[in-house]
């Protein structure tokens, strides 16, 4: 994986600027710390930071061919097929790197290019007079960009356009919106910044004659659905094995993310057959938090702990596994950290919890493989199955809007309108789904779209940016397109197969995986139950709010943020968001939304 900037003025010219271009790359250089690259021209400016995954030894960008050059972030898991293609066009190729299939590729197809290749990507070609960017169908990697004036800029962090000076740290209504009714997900191509986008996966943009155009490439489409049970279960045992066989291929060892929950241990189960045909031991990774066993307690979404259960699956597929253990210190220590992987405040600990894991995992390898997106298009969340919580009114993860709202100065509460903008945000989204004549059917489309288009892109920002703050390269093998759009219209009593969450998923794959893991219920992703971790970002929030200037006072209700604290967050009663943001994780929220403010030296336009 890597990171790229571009800066295009038509009626400037640019290489004067190119310090500043370098500043701005130089900010993504985790992202890409195994080579730097740019590209000056009369009126643009490229730059590249370069994780190398495929051909080490070439592939370098910036990457040119004729009059086109590309700046590019993600993998291709197709390169073969085009490439077999173009050559029966009289392309030659000098590298093996899926970089200069891509942009080859561009140059014979143009945008067509993108309803041919599969994979996780992010890029932007220029061809001396235009630019042309593209973003993968879900959202894996990320590009945002802004026009300022004549100036164009895009990147592919929020901090890399931030560092030029024409790009300021504006946060407005519309951001404190996004931020306080929706974060910590986003409206598709929220930038959150003043003036800042992000490009929406599945979509292209052109830059011509200054003026941006946006096109959508790749839209679901409602199709008869005529496989029977045992036909559907064969088709996504097959989908699902093939990605992550494709997703393996890489010139550098992997390995994989183990919780012993289902999606993980599917993916951790077919690589571990891959390596030990070749005499190859996987090695997989868990993390845990300090005493966690000691004060865990069950409940309706986690009803039990991961370790037994990675035992098993380690012991039964002969892998090598790391348990990772966070201190409570460390967890707490990490919100500055991922506050600024992210650009601006996401999901507290489950965020620095992420980026710590991350960093761990990058000390032995710089590929691994990851079950994001499988609860999304499989239904393994309480609103797939849950009748009360699937009937809410807006996206059925918010259940805290009344709280969020009384957190707020009356003042802001009036501008910000939260549940208002929530429901126009969410109605957009349901303007869009794909339409049947079936009533029933169509709730259930309407369900599975919000989840691929707000819940599940969450995620994967999550997901890139914590890993990637670290070099890590993380491959999410149900992000499939074929297997999502199969899913698309399979029946939603198959997906829920005998009234189990996710029971089409743990029936394709019930011959692989010990049957404990197959009957496990879905446990989210582990947080710490420790309850000395609630008192350390007390203490940590306490010491910011006495700065008089702080954002918070500016934002929330003084009495409010007093009572959270007072009460270690147990005063805000439902999750802040989904199932894990509770009292601790909110108190950690508004420590990193101050922290943020400062870092970023953020201007509150409202």
């Given at each position: 994986?890597?990171g790229?900037?571009?800066?295009y003025?038509?009626?400037?010219?640019?290489?004067?600027?190119?310090?500043?271009?370098?500043k701005?790359?130089?900010?993504?250089k985790?992202?890409?710390?195994d080579?730097?690259?740019?590209?000056?021209d009369?009126?643009?400016?490229?730059?590249?930071q370069?994780?190398?995954?495929?051909?080490?030894?070439?592939?370098?960008?910036p990457m040119?061919?004729?009059n086109?050059?590309?700046?590019?972030?993600?993998e291709?898991?197709?390169?073969?097929?085009?490439?077999?293609?173009?050559?029966?066009?009289?392309?030659?190729?000098?590298?093996?790197?899926?970089?200069?299939?891509?942009l080859?590729?561009?140059?014979?197809?143009?945008?067509?290019?993108?309803?041919?290749?599969?994979?996780?990507?992010?890029?932007?070609?220029?061809?001396?007079?235009?630019?042309?960017?593209?973003?993968?169908?879900?959202?894996?990697?990320?590009?945002?960009?802004?026009?300022?004036?004549?100036?164009?800029?895009?990147?592919?962090e929020?901090?890399?356009l931030?560092?030029?000076?024409?790009?300021?740290?504006i946060?407005n209504?519309?951001?404190?919106?996004?931020?306080?009714?929706?974060?910590?997900?986003?409206?598709?191509?929220?930038?959150?910044?003043k003036?800042?986008?992000?490009?929406?996966?599945?979509?292209?943009?052109?830059?011509?004659?200054e003026?941006?155009k946006?096109?959508?490439?790749?839209?679901?489409?409602?199709?008869?659905?005529?496989?029977?049970?045992?036909?559907?279960?064969?088709?996504?045992?097959?989908?699902?094995?093939?990605?992550?066989?494709?997703?393996?291929?890489?010139?550098?060892?992997?390995?994989?993310?183990?919780?012993?929950?289902?999606?993980?241990?599917?993916?951790?189960?077919?690589?571990?057959?891959?390596?030990?045909?070749?005499?190859?031991?996987?090695?997989?990774?868990?993390?845990?938090?300090?005493?966690?066993?000691?004060y865990?307690?069950?409940?309706?979404?986690?009803?039990?702990?991961?370790?037994?259960?990675?035992d098993?699956?380690?012991?039964?597929?002969?892998?090598?596994?790391?348990?990772?253990?966070?201190?409570?210190?460390?967890?707490?220590?990490?919100?500055k950290?991922?506050?600024?992987?992210?650009?601006y405040?996401?999901?507290?600990?489950?965020?620095?919890?992420?980026y710590?894991?991350?960093?761990?995992?990058?000390k032995?390898?710089?590929?691994?493989?990851?079950g994001?997106?499988?609860?999304?298009?499989?239904?393994?969340?309480p609103?797939?199955?849950?009748?009360?919580?699937?009937?809410?009114?807006?996206f059925?993860?918010?259940?805290?809007?009344?709280?969020r709202?009384n957190?707020?100065?009356?003042?802001i509460?009036?501008?910000?309108?939260?549940?208002?903008?929530?429901?126009?945000?969410?109605q957009?989204?349901?303007?869009?789904?794909?339409?049947?004549?079936n009533?029933e059917?169509?709730?259930?489309?309407?369900?599975?779209?919000?989840?691929?288009?707000?819940?599940?892109?969450?995620?994967?920002?999550?997901?890139?940016?914590?890993?990637?703050?670290?070099?890590?390269?993380?491959?999410?093998p149900?992000?499939?397109?074929?297997?999502?759009?199969?899913?698309?219209?399979?029946?939603?009593?198959?997906?829920?197969?005998?009234?189990?969450?996710?029971?089409l998923?743990?029936?394709?794959?019930?011959?692989l995986?010990?049957?404990?893991?197959?009957?496990?219920?879905?446990?989210?992703?582990?947080?710490t139950?420790?309850?000395?971790?609630?008192?350390?970002?007390?203490?940590?929030?306490?010491?910011?709010?006495?700065?008089?200037?702080?954002?918070?006072y500016?934002?929330?209700?003084?009495?409010?943020?007093?009572?959270?604290?007072?009460?270690?967050?147990?005063?805000?009663?439902?999750p802040?968001?989904?199932?894990?943001m509770?009292?601790?994780q909110?108190?950690?929220?508004?420590?990193q939304?101050?922290?943020?403010?400062?870092?970023?030296?953020?201007?509150?336009?409202?």
């Amino acid at each position: 994986m890597c990171g790229f900037v571009g800066w295009y003025n038509k009626k400037e010219k640019m290489l004067k600027n190119k310090n500043i271009l370098k500043k701005m790359n130089k900010t993504l250089k985790y992202r890409g710390p195994d080579m730097t690259g740019y590209f000056f021209d009369n009126n643009i400016l490229l730059g590249h930071q370069r994780l190398s995954i495929i051909d080490l030894k070439n592939g370098k960008q910036p990457m040119t061919y004729k009059n086109y050059t590309i700046v590019y972030n993600g993998e291709l898991y197709n390169t073969e097929e085009i490439k077999k293609d173009l050559m029966t066009k009289n392309y030659t190729f000098s590298t093996t790197s899926d970089t200069e299939v891509l942009l080859k590729g561009y140059i014979e197809y143009k945008e067509k290019i993108l309803e041919k290749i599969e994979g996780i990507y992010a890029f932007a070609i220029y061809d001396g007079k235009n630019i042309f960017m593209g973003r993968d169908r879900f959202g894996v990697k990320p590009l945002f960009y802004t026009k300022i004036g004549d100036n164009f800029m895009f990147a592919s962090e929020i901090k890399a356009l931030l560092k030029n000076k024409l790009v300021k740290p504006i946060i407005n209504i519309n951001s404190l919106q996004e931020l306080l009714a929706l974060g910590p997900s986003k409206t598709p191509g929220c930038g959150i910044f003043k003036d800042i986008f992000e490009l929406r996966p599945g979509h292209y943009l052109k830059y011509e004659n200054e003026n941006i155009k946006i096109e959508r490439y790749w839209q679901l489409k409602n199709e008869n659905f005529k496989d029977s049970f045992e036909e559907c279960k064969n088709k996504i045992n097959e989908l699902i094995t093939n990605s992550i066989k494709r997703q393996m291929i890489s010139d550098v060892e992997i390995c994989t993310f183990l919780s012993g929950g289902l999606d993980s241990s599917i993916i951790t189960a077919v690589c571990s057959n891959e390596f030990r045909c070749k005499n190859k031991t996987l090695n997989t990774f868990s993390i845990d938090y300090e005493d966690n066993q000691k004060y865990f307690k069950a409940n309706d979404f986690q009803i039990s702990t991961d370790k037994q259960f990675i035992d098993l699956m380690s012991k039964t597929f002969k892998t090598k596994h790391h348990y990772k253990v966070i201190s409570q210190k460390k967890l707490a220590k990490e919100l500055k950290a991922s506050v600024i992987a992210r650009d601006y405040p996401g999901m507290a600990d489950i965020d620095s919890s992420l980026y710590w894991f991350s960093k761990q995992i990058r000390k032995k390898f710089k590929v691994a493989l990851s079950g994001e997106c499988a609860d999304e298009i499989f239904g393994g969340y309480p609103w797939f199955y849950n009748e009360k919580i699937r009937n809410r009114k807006n996206f059925p993860w918010i259940d805290s809007l009344e709280e969020r709202n009384n957190l707020l100065k009356d003042d802001i509460k009036d501008k910000l309108k939260i549940k208002d903008y929530v429901k126009q945000q969410y109605q957009k989204t349901i303007n869009e789904v794909p339409k049947t004549k079936n009533k029933e059917e169509q709730k259930y489309k309407n369900l599975f779209y919000i989840n691929m288009i707000w819940f599940m892109p969450t995620l994967l920002e999550r997901k890139d940016r914590m890993t990637m703050r670290t070099s890590l390269e993380a491959r999410v093998p149900f992000a499939d397109t074929k297997l999502i759009e199969y899913l698309w219209n399979t029946p939603f009593e198959y997906k829920l197969y005998q009234g189990k969450e996710k029971g089409l998923l743990r029936e394709a794959f019930k011959d692989l995986l010990p049957i404990e893991i197959c009957e496990r219920k879905k446990n989210p992703y582990p947080k710490t139950h420790n309850p000395k971790y609630a008192k350390i970002v007390s203490k940590l929030l306490k010491k910011r709010l006495k700065n008089k200037n702080s954002i918070l006072y500016k934002i929330f209700d003084k009495n409010k943020l007093n009572e959270l604290l007072k009460t270690n967050g147990t005063s805000f009663k439902n999750p802040w968001f989904g199932q894990l943001m509770t009292g601790p994780q909110l108190l950690a929220y508004l420590y990193q939304f101050d922290y943020w403010a400062s870092k970023y030296k953020i201007i509150l336009e409202i």
